[in-house]
């Protein structure tokens, strides 16, 4: 399918608070596309509580809960449970947080709303920061990377979110990228028609929190799976498997592009390149990446 | 009506049952782990209508009683001590969301060093959450109360949380006989619950998006007229209560011998009910002194309260201490009548993390007030 073939009905409406051309939007556009009418957003502290524009207003044509930063996972079980007993069938209940509300204070809601097999679709949405707040790492931050509160950049890695999510062996999880937009909406409309816990997360390149230019945002994200820095990959009925480019990457029909191609677009990396090149630290990424795939090719 | 012998957490269980709730989500806390295993067992046994969400926490309960809230449901959550500190920002979440979650909190100290008995510290410590609190003094007043607080909370112009407290052990896990009316008569005392906002795909709404300093000011505004709305809203629930089942338990306040007397004692929960026994025993001795439960702390009681302390001076005892201050019942007495009446207000402290407190020490209380000989406020017999 071709972006032209999206639904066109549109669920995100002008006059949203977002910086123009903010990738986030475009991402639950597209999500929003898959999901249809018959959705109930519950949406945590995070940039989109903000970009909903303000009381009495609205800029989503769905219904929304705004709930408490780490609350996300444990209101949708409650909005689940809700519709179950009142007899609303077919009704999509979707959690769309961020990194920080997902990786790191929401975790605990998360796991305990995926054990109890909560029939709904939890998406994170990761910029691999706290944006909101203005730029401070989360648990999603990659190692090296500055922030406001990683001014030498992050000593530490990212966890794997998808890993910790398929511990709990749910029926569909899923990682799509901003840039891969029909793939995006493929993902989402399989865990549409999936019952039980859904986990999507969608990488999603800030310019601001990354340090690039706004017209760099689809090629950000498109090499970050190129490097393999970002995977695309399904988890179904407890197998995983790779697609698009990742799945090149996997089966080794291509070579993954050197991590510093990505790596030298984002000022939040400048400090490897500048005064002068940081080789420790670019190896223990290059090293960190190569481990990740190895890990993968064992699973598949 | 048949009468049932059972410890106040069972009951709290059967009242749950009685009233349809459609979700229930809560997590275990000593004491009131047997309200939340009496309400699995009815799931277990197809006695229960609804949907019991088994939680991860405290936090992830009220979260979820909010979810189920929002879309309609008849909500209800049990918890205790930690377990409502835990809740603290939700529980501001769902009163300022206006979502009529009912929720029994067994009163229970606050550590260190770990204390499993009563005291109410962890609920007055959610004072200022905007739900509505009630303070019960015996089994059959938990049952009632519980049935009570949905039709109050759902009521259009109140539309607020309910928090039904009773003392750990105390009540808990004491049986007492209480008279349970049948199902048919408590299904036309309560209703279906009205929804007077949900989140509907028909209709959709934004709630609790971005709300500008020029909006905010309305919301609190809307709360506080709908605790006001509150206040007399019990009244009536609690007079057709009496008519139906002819079981009175007062109304904010609970009246006991308060005629032609010098003194008015104010207490709350189950120490409310051991105060009667001591208010009988000094009347035998020619005192003239009287009893006001204090059955509603939010809303405050003030009119009631200015009235009383219009005849006769105040006493006060608390199960619980704003540090640093004095025990918050008789803060509030006295803030109530400031400006309004002049009368003498005195006050203790007694029974913190469940240490005995029998007739007989709230006598002695009462009679060292009234012979003159009130030493300050203290902390009654920390050392005995
Ligand atoms: C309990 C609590 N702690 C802190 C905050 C402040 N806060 C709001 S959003 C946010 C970070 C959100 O980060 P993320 O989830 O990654 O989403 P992003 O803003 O990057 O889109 C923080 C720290 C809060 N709202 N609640
Ligand atoms: S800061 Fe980043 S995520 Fe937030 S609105 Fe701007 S571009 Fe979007």
Redesign the pocket.
């Known amino acids: 399918m071709a972006i032209k073939d999206l639904p066109k009905e549109e669920y995100v409406l002008p006059g949203s608070a977002a910086c123009p051309g903010c990738p986030?939007t475009i991402a639950l556009r597209t999500v929003l596309k898959a999901l249809g009418k018959r959705t109930i957003l519950v949406i945590?502290?995070?940039?989109?509580?903000v970009i909903q524009s303000w009381y009495p207003h609205t800029s989503f044509k769905v219904p929304i809960l705004n709930i408490?930063?780490?609350a996300a996972a444990a209101a949708a079980s409650g909005v689940s449970s809700g519709l179950k007993v009142l007899g609303e069938k077919d009704i999509n209940v979707v959690v769309w947080?961020?990194?920080?509300?997902?990786?790191?204070?929401?975790i605990q809601a998360l796991s305990g709303a995926l054990e109890r097999n909560t029939d709904f679709i939890y998406i994170c949405?990761?910029?691999?920061?706290?944006?909101?707040?203005g730029i401070?790492r989360?648990g999603?931050t990659p190692y090296a990377a500055w922030t406001t509160t990683t001014v030498g950049g992050k000593r530490e890695f990212n966890k794997d979110m998808g890993a910790i999510v398929m511990a709990h062996r749910i029926p569909y999880v899923a990682t799509a990228c901003i840039s891969y937009p029909e793939d995006l909406y493929k993902k989402v409309m399989k865990a549409k028609e999936i019952r039980g816990p859904k986990y999507i997360e969608i990488l999603t390149p800030?310019p601001p929190?990354w340090r690039f230019s706004m017209d760099k945002t689809v090629e950000v994200g498109r090499l970050a799976v190129e490097t393999g820095a970002w995977p695309l990959y399904e988890y179904e009925n407890g197998k995983m498997s790779f697609n698009g480019f990742s799945k090149l990457i996997l089966e080794g029909k291509v070579k993954r592009k050197p991590i510093e191609e990505w790596l030298k677009m984002q000022g939040r990396f400048r400090n490897l390149f500048k005064p002068k090149r940081d080789e420790e630290r670019i190896r223990r990424i290059e090293e960190f990446i190569e481990r990740m795939w190895e890990d993968f090719r064992s699973k598949v | 009506m048949r009468i049932v012998v059972d410890t106040g957490n069972h009951i709290a269980a059967k009242a749950v049952q009685m009233a349809r709730v459609d979700v229930v989500a809560a997590y275990p806390i000593t004491p009131q782990t047997t309200i939340v295993e009496r309400i699995a067992e009815y799931v277990e046994k197809g006695e229960f209508h609804g949907d019991y969400i088994c939680v991860e926490s405290e936090h992830s309960a009220m979260s979820a009683c909010i979810g189920a809230s929002a879309v309609g449901a008849r909500t209800f959550t049990a918890t205790s001590s930690h377990g409502l500190l835990l809740m603290h920002?939700m529980l501001h979440w769902a009163a300022l969301a206006r979502l009529p979650i009912v929720m029994a909190n067994v009163n229970r100290a606050i550590g260190p060093g770990w204390n499993i008995w009563s005291d109410q510290n962890d609920s007055i410590s959610q004072r200022d959450t905007g739900w509505i609190q009630f303070y019960c003094s015996s089994n059959q007043e938990i049952f009632d109360t519980i049935i009570q607080a949905f039709k109050l909370g759902e009521h259009e112009k109140v539309q607020l949380p309910v928090m039904v407290n009773y003392d750990g052990f105390i009540l808990s896990h004491t049986s007492l006989p209480v008279k349970i009316p049948e199902q048919e008569e408590i299904d036309e005392f309560l209703p279906k619950r009205k929804i007077k906002w949900k989140l509907d795909i028909n209709n959709p709404i934004t709630h609790g998006n971005i709300i500008m300093p020029n909006d905010y000011p309305k919301i609190r505004r809307a709360m506080q007229e709908a605790h006001e709305n509150a206040h007399g809203i019990i009244k009536e629930i609690s007079r057709e209560w009496e008519e139906r089942f002819g079981i009175y338990h007062g109304e904010l306040l609970e009246l006991y011998k308060c005629d032609d007397v010098d003194y008015v004692l104010l207490s709350m929960g189950a120490l409310g009910a051991e105060s009667k026994v001591a208010v009988d025993e000094m009347r035998k001795k020619g005192r003239k002194i009287g009893l006001a439960r204090v059955r509603v702390l939010r809303p405050f009681p003030k009119k009631e309260v200015i009235e009383l302390a219009r005849h006769s001076d105040l006493i006060v005892i608390d199960r619980n201490i704003s540090v640093g201050m004095e025990g918050a019942l008789f803060t509030e007495i006295k803030a109530s009548l400031y400006g309004e009446v002049d009368a003498k207000v005195y006050g203790y402290i007694a029974g913190l993390g469940g240490k005995d407190v029998t007739f007989k020490d709230i006598s002695k209380m009462c009679e060292r007030v009234m012979d003159g000989k009130y030493g300050g406020y203290m902390i009654f017999d920390v050392e005995g």
């Not at chain 1, 949405?125 to 707040?133: A, H, L, R, V």
């Open positions: 986030a945590p502290a995070w940039w989109t509580a408490a930063f780490e947080a961020g990194d920080g509300g997902t990786y790191d204070i929401g949405y990761n910029n691999q920061i706290y944006s909101n707040t401070q989360s999603a800030c929190g | 920002e």
